[in-house]
């Protein structure tokens, strides 16, 4: 599949330039997708480099690189990058790129279920062969839960009422269309707002099946063990939500962004931040590839 139609990289020659500072080194590319930035990373590798590149959607696959020593394809979560490559013997790396966030194929494949742009089965799995799908999950979460993550992954204001309201209609009524649920959302949000008030509401629903807060904290957590002293980390954003997860732990090592020092005043995270604030995406860019927009880029070294 083109990599135009998958997915276009975003950033990718700042990320590339940043990540690989030594051709002959070890990387992982833990969000395949397309395969773009793991496209520019080979053709920055020297011939005794090596790249592991992961993806848990079976889409992703089909995309790897063929006959080129230099790659390995791992089909799971990213979470579990350092167990693979430990058991691989690839351990220390000397950068680390994700590129979090759905894949344009994810939200342009109608039978994904990631849009409401388009009626389709709500299913939203980053794996369709794992886990409970969008419409499973809403016929079955307690409503307690559904207020949560309305309110914390969507940052929804009208949580309560919208849970009660979905709570109310599948008793009679399980939601199985993204139809369905853009239905329920009608008199929620102001008319001018709705495409934003829908995003929202997709987002925390696929947030929450995909355990996408837990998946980020483990991956961020493993990259700082299995980064070698001088390794690169970089981590593109979309949302505010896994962008603060980001910036705090980039920060600070843990997920409040506090610093914490040693007796000499030195700070104890495991990263110095090689980019201070986020990196955005120019005017060019953003008018080439909408979906770069919303983007925040921050790229940190392992310590010593």
């Avoid at 962004?257 to 700070?267: A, F, H, K």
Wanted: aromatic residues 8%.
């Amino acid at each position: 599949m083109p990599e135009s139609t998958y997915h276009r990289p975003v950033l990718a020659n700042t990320c590339i330039e940043h990540l690989v500072h030594k051709p002959n080194g070890r990387y992982a590319d833990l969000t395949f997708g397309g395969g773009g930035h793991s496209k520019g990373i080979l053709e920055a590798l020297g011939p005794e480099g090596r790249l592991a590149a992961f993806d848990q959607d079976p889409d992703a696959k089909a995309n790897a690189p063929k006959n080129d020593i230099r790659f390995r394809f791992f089909d799971t979560n990213f979470r579990f990058f350092h167990r693979f490559l430990s058991m691989e013997g690839w351990l220390p790396l000397d950068g680390i790129l994700a590129d979090l966030g759905v894949s344009s194929h994810q939200l342009d494949a109608p039978e994904r279920g990631f849009t409401f742009r388009q009626n389709a089965v709500l299913d939203m799995r980053m794996n369709p062969r794992q886990g409970k799908s969008a419409a499973q999950w809403l016929a079955e979460v307690e409503p307690k839960t559904l207020t949560e993550v309305l309110r914390n992954y969507g940052e929804i204001k009208t949580a309560k009422r919208l849970s009660d309201r979905i709570v109310q209609t599948r008793a009679v009524d399980p939601m199985q269309h993204s139809d369905q649920l853009k239905a329920l959302v009608q008199g929620l949000c102001p008319p001018d707002k709705e495409n934003r008030f829908l995003a929202q509401v997709f987002q925390a629903i696929r947030i929450a099946i995909n355990d996408e807060m837990g998946a980020l904290k483990e991956m961020l957590e493993a990259s700082a063990q299995a980064l070698a002293p001088g390794g690169i980390l970089v981590i593109l954003s979309y949302h505010s939500l896994e962008d603060r997860l980001v910036k705090h732990f980039l920060r600070a090592g843990n997920w409040e962004g506090r610093v914490e020092t040693d007796l000499y005043g030195n700070p104890l995270g495991p990263f110095d931040l090689i980019t201070r604030s986020a990196i955005k995406a120019d005017a060019q860019e953003q008018k080439e590839n909408p979906r770069s927009r919303s983007v925040r880029l921050r790229i940190a070294r392992k310590r010593p």
